[in-house]
């Protein structure tokens, strides 16, 4: 069970569209959206987690077209969030977006090609119970969300607090390039996994 809560925690820890988006919301925004974006990525973080363990994310993502489709069009959204990033200029960005919300938060996982990747490394490794699917699953579920709502939560009061900051403009323009670095490397890092399988 340490094993899976560590594995959980070093996967969910690693900068990827999620937390950047929250973190970016937290800079903009401020708490009051940041909750209701965090709350819907935690919907829809569930229900990635529920598609993987049912095996609708399977069924739908082995179909070639079908996941090629999806593939390309969540890089292509991750590629334009990197870029508006990178061209934030002097102003910390993250990535904004209009009115953040629980639907944009939903949305935004299901499109996430890293949240499909570290469930399925989570449901389908790390044997726990392997006689008691239910009670696996169920022990999965509550650890990583045990996990996960601590770190965003982190990562939501880092971007309200790096508002707050007084950083000169070259150093906002060195965060917002490696803010987007880092989301163009998970975009190379998912299609090279699924490309190259």
Same mark, same amino acid.
């Given at each position: 069970?340490?094993?899976?809560?560590?594995?959980?925690?070093?996967?969910?820890?690693?900068?990827?569209?999620?937390?950047?988006?929250?973190?970016?919301?937290?800079?903009?925004?401020?708490?009051?959206?940041?909750?209701?974006?965090?709350?819907?990525?935690?919907?829809?973080?569930? =229900? +990635? /987690?529920?598609? $993987?363990?049912?095996? %609708?994310?399977? @069924?739908? &993502?082995?179909?070639? *077209?079908?996941?090629?489709? #999806?593939?390309?069009?969540?890089?292509?959204?991750?590629?334009?969030?990197?870029?508006?990033?990178?061209?934030?200029?002097?102003?910390?960005?993250?990535?904004?977006?209009?009115?953040?919300?629980?639907?944009?938060?939903?949305?935004?996982?299901?499109?996430?090609?890293?949240?499909?990747?570290?469930?399925?490394?989570?449901?389908?490794?790390?044997?726990?119970?392997?006689?008691?699917?239910?009670?696996?699953?169920?022990?999965?579920? =509550? +650890? /990583?969300?045990? $996990?996960?709502?601590? %770190?965003?939560? @982190?990562? &939501?009061?880092?971007? *309200?607090?790096?508002?707050? #900051?007084?950083?000169?403009?070259?150093?906002?323009?060195?965060?917002?390039?490696?803010?987007?670095?880092?989301?163009?490397?998970?975009?190379?890092?998912?299609?090279?996994?699924?490309?190259?399988?």
């Amino acid at each position: 069970m340490l094993a899976f809560a560590f594995a959980v925690f070093l996967l969910i820890i690693t900068p990827g569209p999620g937390v950047l988006s929250l973190a970016g919301v937290g800079t903009a925004y401020g708490w009051t959206h940041g909750i209701r974006y965090l709350t819907g990525l935690w919907i829809g973080n569930n =229900l +990635v /987690s529920l598609a $993987v363990i049912s095996g %609708l994310a399977a @069924l739908v &993502l082995a179909n070639p *077209v079908i996941r090629t489709i #999806l593939l390309f069009a969540s890089a292509a959204y991750l590629i334009y969030l990197a870029a508006r990033v990178a061209f934030a200029g002097a102003r910390i960005a993250f990535i904004h977006m209009a009115a953040p919300g629980v639907i944009t938060g939903v949305s935004l996982q299901f499109i996430n090609p890293k949240a499909y990747a570290v469930h399925t490394t989570l449901f389908s490794g790390f044997l726990i119970y392997p006689d008691n699917l239910v009670l696996e699953t169920g022990l999965k579920l =509550l +650890v /990583s969300n045990m $996990v996960w709502i601590p %770190l965003h939560v @982190l990562w &939501l009061y880092a971007g *309200v607090r790096i508002n707050e #900051l007084d950083l000169q403009p070259r150093t906002q323009r060195r965060i917002n390039l490696i803010m987007a670095v880092c989301l163009v490397a998970v975009v190379v890092m998912s299609m090279w996994s699924i490309l190259g399988s």
